[in-house]
């Protein structure tokens, strides 16, 4: 997958002038869907309202890099909550909220408005993978690990496969594949060529903003 500014948004970030709102959007089942702006800030989107603190579950303190899979791992994304109480940690942590609805965008503010441009580029689709609950001496988080929503492929063992029986699953009496041996050949999951860098950040939405600032490039 790969992912396409609009020529509004591209202008916009090359200025500089133009403030980035991460968001995240979280459907647990037999919850309310959670919609979290990654910042101090507040806005509307359509009919949703994301914000930067959400009244059951907190903050949203950190999303990471998007990571980009390789051979047979597909993309996954970290983030990272602060829940207010036990009941919250306990919610966001249950074996109940695996494969719950992740998605990730990247929207621009207009600084003179204060709306967002049109449309936010979704960056992330994909479900819960697995929550980890971290508890410090003056600290509680949890922190899950979201699968792109391509990893069902390898789950269910369905996609396009570079063998020569299932090449002829879908071209029956085709022979094409038939004598390549010993060929070495990486494929990448989620973009189109391998990734050029490594770019890091820390939280606050550092690793969703870099990714893509690196599509500017």
């Known amino acids: 997958m790969s992912f396409r500014l609009t020529p509004q948004v591209a202008a916009a970030l090359r200025t500089?002038?133009?403030?980035?709102?991460?968001l995240v959007e979280v459907i647990m089942p037999g919850q309310d869907p959670l919609w979290h702006l990654v910042g101090s800030y507040e806005l509307m989107w359509g009919a949703k309202r994301f914000v930067?603190?959400?009244?059951?579950?907190g903050v949203l303190v950190a999303a990471s890099n998007i990571k980009d899979g390789v051979g047979d791992q597909a993309p996954d994304w970290q983030l990272t909550f602060a829940p207010p109480s036990e009941a919250a940690a306990g919610d966001l942590s249950a074996a109940t909220a695996q494969g719950g609805t992740v998605?990730?965008?990247?929207?621009?503010?207009?600084?003179?408005?204060g709306l967002l441009l049109p449309e936010p580029i979704q960056v992330f689709a994909g479900e819960l993978d697995y929550a980890r609950l971290r508890v410090g001496k003056a600290s509680?988080?949890?922190?899950w690990r979201c699968a792109s929503a391509l990893e069902p492929f390898h789950d269910q063992e369905i996609g396009a496969r570079l063998s020569d029986s299932w090449h002829k699953t879908v071209w029956p009496g085709e022979t094409g594949l038939a004598n390549m041996t010993g060929i070495e050949?990486?494929?990448?999951?989620?973009?189109?060529s391998p990734p050029s860098g490594v770019t890091t950040g820390s939280?606050?939405?550092?690793?969703?903003?870099n990714y893509v600032l690196r599509q500017l490039q």
């Not at 500089?16 to 991460?22: E, H, S």
């Not at 998605?103 to 408005?113: C, E, K, M, R, S």
């Open 185 to 192: 050949k990486t494929s990448y999951w989620g973009v189109e």
């Open 203 to 209: 939280g606050g939405g550092a690793g969703l903003t």
């Open 52 to 57: 930067g603190r959400d009244p059951r579950f």
């Open 103 to 113: 998605n990730g965008w990247l929207a621009v503010i207009d600084p003179q408005t």
């Open 140 to 143: 509680r988080t949890v922190e």
């Open 16 to 22: 500089g002038r133009y403030p980035i709102a991460p």
